[in-house]
């Protein structure tokens, strides 16, 4: 049996190419997965932005973010608080956008402050309780969200 050869500390254990070699595909590997990070959007971080969508300065352009995640075709939105409820159906989309705009006026140049929030996702269904401030006081409102495919859709807000 022949016995391995013993090496000198000046010959290198692995060649310089090989470390190249190492080195290309461990940054590869890291790029791959920054690359797939970036690119794919997950279930938590679609819902996550609903918020964002729904809260900060308030106005026109805020409430038209909103209603982009309603699509009444596919999803029912059932809207409560204050012992007012409604529910809105297909066919209602622009009963739903005037109330809304209309509801959501004396908001218009203030900003709302999230000072909690809490996003449960369990299944197709997702449940954001947020808590706001605004210039002439809280609000706690909840929203839910049902998945259709790729799709959350505006389900349910509750004002309380």
Do not use: C
């Amino acid at each position: 049996m022949a016995r391995p050869r013993p090496t000198s500390l000046d010959e290198p254990l692995v060649s310089r190419r090989s470390l190249v070699g190492i080195g290309a595909v461990v940054v590869l590997g890291i790029g791959g997965w920054v690359a797939y990070d970036a690119l794919v959007v997950t279930d938590q971080e679609r819902v996550a932005s609903f918020a964002e969508d729904v809260t900060g300065t308030m106005g026109p352009e805020a409430v038209t973010r909103g209603l982009a995640w309603v699509d009444l075709d596919r999803q029912v939105l059932e809207v409560s608080g204050y012992g007012d409820a409604r529910a809105y159906v297909p066919g209602q989309d622009a009963e739903l956008e005037s109330r809304a705009r209309t509801v959501l006026r004396r908001f218009d140049g203030q900003k709302l402050r999230v000072l909690r929030q809490s996003v449960e996702i369990t299944g197709d269904d997702a449940r954001i309780a947020l808590q706001l401030l605004a210039d002439d006081g809280m609000a706690n409102v909840d929203f839910g969200l049902r998945k259709h495919g790729e799709d959350w859709l505006l389900a349910r807000v509750h004002v309380h």
